[in-house]
């Protein structure tokens, strides 16, 4: 496929590593320009573009900016997207840390994606946000395997949320239907699931014993 990833941190290079190893047609931006992800691009065969034309013809995206980045994207930046894109969300809200306050997630009550969702214009799968990058590399294994790790997957698009979940599993995970965007804080920061390594029933049963409430530490 043609994935384009926007944002060449943690998770998103590991992302281009794997993507690409994979066979995958892969575009990667960042914030800073092209010329910045040389390295990257040599290492992996991916290839270099900047923020407006990473989502061209992609038939996956992959937003993993921090939050309060969001807003700044290029208006329209899916717009040449290929039908029936998928894109997936991985951001956290961290407000104290590094966001500052978000209205619409405070005082709204929208989930972190579904804000998302709103600053694109376009619905959003939400995965990847608990996961340690270093995982992505690490701990990929065969369908079957007892140790393989189980990733949860909110959204409300099934076609595209089936996307990634098949991707997903491509790169060496089982995957978890988390329900629609608006479940999506029961992988949010500070939830049973967020950081966990474990296996599709712990998965599903982190996710049930989730709350709703927002600790302090993680508002604005």
């Known amino acids: 496929m043609k994935i384009g990833i926007i944002g060449a941190g943690n998770i998103g290079g590991n992302l281009t590593r794997r993507l690409t190893a994979l066979g995958h047609d892969v575009s990667v931006a960042n914030s800073r320009g092209p010329q910045t992800l040389t390295e990257l691009a040599a290492e992996t065969g991916a290839t270099p573009v900047r923020v407006e034309e990473a989502a061209r013809g992609a038939e996956v995206v992959v937003i993993t900016i921090p939050l309060k980045a ?21 951001g956290n809200y961290y407000p104290q840390q590094r966001d500052g306050r978000i209205a619409g997630i405070e005082d709204e009550g929208l989930t972190e994606s ?107």
Do not use: C
Not at 70 to 90: Q, Y
Not at 175 to 190: E, H, I, M, N
């Open 114 to 220: 579904r804000w998302t969702e709103r600053q694109l214009g376009h619905p959003v799968i939400k995965a990847f946000n608990g996961t340690y990058a270093i995982d992505i590399l690490d701990r990929p294994r065969p369908a079957g395997a007892l140790d393989r790790m189980a990733l949860p997957v909110a959204g409300d698009d099934e076609a595209a949320k089936r996307k990634v979940r098949d991707l997903i599993d491509e790169l060496g995970f089982d995957t978890v239907d988390a329900g629609g965007l608006d479940d999506s804080w029961r992988q949010q920061p500070d939830t049973p699931v967020y950081g966990l390594r474990a296996g599709v029933a712990d998965v599903a049963k982190a996710l049930a014993e989730a709350s709703p409430e927002r600790k302090p530490e993680f508002r604005g």
């Open 70 to 90: 969001v807003p700044d994207l290029p208006s329209g930046i899916l717009d040449e997207a290929a039908p029936g894109v998928a894109v997936i969300d991985t």
